[in-house]
């Protein structure tokens, strides 16, 4: 697992510790597929007991992926964490509405788009 992803919740949580009762840390995985990598943080998190609660979205235009992410989730006793919302990267803005998030991650889609979608996809936030 990357260590930025493994460290960043931990980081964000320590600084919401005087916070009485914080905001959950909110992760967006922009083409996630079954979200492996975050399924498995969030079981470390809750293994070692952060002190804030993550909400996860993840968005991906493959329906069956989510589904299969949601299946682990819910068998793995962490389906409370994850909003799954299928349809495309460039609906984001439509498909997630408001929503502001800390960490944001985008594995394994941006490397097949040509330099200028790529950018369109990540300036959605303006
Ligand atoms: C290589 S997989 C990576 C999945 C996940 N991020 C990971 O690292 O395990 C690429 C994913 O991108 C999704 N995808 C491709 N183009 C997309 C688009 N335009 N909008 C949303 N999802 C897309 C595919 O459905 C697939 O789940």
């Not at 803005?93 to 394994?108: M, N, Q, S, T, Y």
Request: glycine content about 8%; charged content about 25%.
């Amino acid at each position: 697992m990357p260590g930025l992803l493994r460290h960043a919740p931990w980081e964000l949580a320590n600084k919401r510790l005087d916070v009485k009762s914080p905001e959950p840390i909110q992760i967006l995985s922009v083409a996630g597929g079954s979200a492996d990598l975050l399924l498995r943080l969030l079981l470390i998190l809750n293994r070692k007991k952060l002190n804030c609660q993550i909400e996860v979205t993840v968005l991906d235009k493959d329906k069956s992926a989510l589904d299969v992410g949601a299946k682990i989730a819910e068998e793995v006793g962490v389906s409370n964490n994850f909003h799954w919302v299928h349809g495309q990267a460039k609906d984001i803005k439509i498909l997630v509405p408001g929503k502001r998030f800390d960490i944001i991650e985008i594995v394994g889609l941006l490397d097949y788009f040509p330099n200028e979608r790529a950018k369109q996809v990540i300036a959605w936030g303006g």
